[in-house]
């Protein structure tokens, strides 16, 4: 939301939307908003209560959540996207991402996580 209020250049088109935590809602909404904006480059930030460090994801699994969603919802399967692939890696280099934002002196910790949402 922040982003949003500060802009990019000009010549980058920047689209932010709030997504609820909720299995149905996310597997409906984001093949929607990729078909519609057909993005070059995707951030999906989370908040966490429970966090104390910036986390970047270096994948996301398909399978092994057991948790509720904020409407109490949890796959039978375990499985966010039938059929989908077991991981997704970013092609982005989060370990030089981590060393970069480390190396600027800012009052915050950055770590690395293989394991997206579980």
């Given amino acids: 939301q922040e982003l949003e209020k500060l802009g990019l250049r000009g010549d980058v088109d920047l689209h ?14 984001i093949p929607a908003l990729w078909k519609k904006h057909s993005p070059q480059l995707v ?4 908040v ?6 910036v986390t970047l994801e270096k994948c996301g699994h398909n399978v092994g959540y057991k948790g509720l969603d904020n409407c109490r919802f ?5 499985c966010c996207v039938e059929g989908g692939p077991e991981c997704i890696d970013s092609i982005i280099d989060m370990d030089t991402v981590c060393k ?19």
Avoid: F, N, W
């Fill in 74 to 78: 949890c796959p039978g399967s375990q």
């Fill in 43 to 46: 951030v999906h930030v989370g």
């Fill in 100 to 118: 970069r934002v480390s190396a600027l002196g800012l009052d915050v910790t950055v770590t690395i996580s293989k394991d997206a949402g579980r």
């Fill in 16 to 29: 932010v939307y709030e997504v609820p935590v909720e299995y149905q809602t996310v597997q409906r909404l």
């Fill in 48 to 53: 966490s209560g429970m966090a104390t460090t």
